[in-house]
Structures are given as C-alpha cells and as structure tokens.
C-alpha cells in the first residue's frame, strides 16, 4: 500500500482537527483571495453561474459613476449562442458591441475605459450576428461556428 499521508506536503496544517476548528468566514475569504488571485478580481463573470458569494466592497471614488454591473445571461441552442444584457434606453446609444469567435466585448459598458468582455460557451461565426433591443434587455444573437477545423496529428514513435 502506498503511504500517501508521508507525501502529502499539507499534513499539519489540514489535518482533521484544523477543519472542525475553521471558522466558514475564514475559509470563505481564504478562497475568495485565491480566486481572484486566480482568475482575476471579476473571476464571478467568468463562470456559467452566479457568484452566491457576497462580493466586496469597494470604495467609491468621489466623483464617480458607480459601475454598472448587469446581470449577463448567457445561453445556447443548437445553431446560436445568445446574450441577454439589461441595458436601459440611455445607454443604448454609447454601448459599441464587438465580438471574436469566442468573446463579447460591449464598449462603454459599465465605463467608456473599461470594456465589459464576456467568454462565449462556444466558437461564433464572425458574420451574421444580431443584436436586438426590447423591453430594456439587449439581447446579441450569435451563429454557432460548425467547422471547428480539425487536424490530424502523427504519432511518432
């Protein structure tokens, strides 16, 4: 039998008394950090799920807008891939939608530096993309790309 305990480099420090004593705050802040130094301080966009953890606070600078963080749905059919926005009226006319074959970038949205981008679930086509305003949802419709463009490797032996 292998001895995997005498390998294991956290032996103390996680050991099953350490968790029982844990306080959940602690533990909830200690990979909140690690996630953000991850993926990023907006690491919770990334992700197909909501965040249901509480998100810092950051103080506001005076002057400032407060940034507009809209809940971004995003979902897939068959053929498209499709991005729903809240966006009221009076933003419509700054926001500036461009995309790649795998992201979402809305200009001037929450901030006209700062660029909200979103990863798409999948590869789009860079044509035929159509975005359509109604009842305060912006929603970009995207056709999936089909020729994912494969190639064989050899195996070298």
């Not at 032996?11 to 200690?30: C, G, I, M, R, W």
């Not at 035929?128 to 970009?140: C, F, M, N, P, W």
């Amino acid at each position: 039998m292998f001895e995997w305990n005498k390998y294991f480099p956290f032996h103390n420090q996680f050991s099953k008394e350490a968790l029982k004593k844990a306080d959940p705050k602690e533990v909830e802040t200690y990979v909140n950090r690690v996630m953000e130094s991850v993926f990023g301080s907006d690491y919770a966009a990334q992700f197909p799920f909501r965040d249901p953890l509480p998100q810092k606070e950051h103080p506001a600078k005076p002057d400032a807008k407060p940034d507009v963080k809209p809940d971004i749905d995003i979902f897939e059919t068959a053929d498209h891939v499709f991005v729903k926005v809240p966006i009221s009226e009076e933003w419509l006319e700054q926001v500036r939608i461009k995309h790649t074959s795998h992201e979402l970038w809305l200009e001037n949205l929450p901030r006209a530096d700062h660029p909200k981008k979103v990863n798409l679930p999948c590869l789009v086509k860079r044509k035929g993309t159509k975005a359509v305003y109604k009842d305060g949802l912006l929603e970009v419709m995207f056709q999936k790309q089909q020729d994912y463009n494969m190639s064989e490797v050899e195996i070298i032996r």
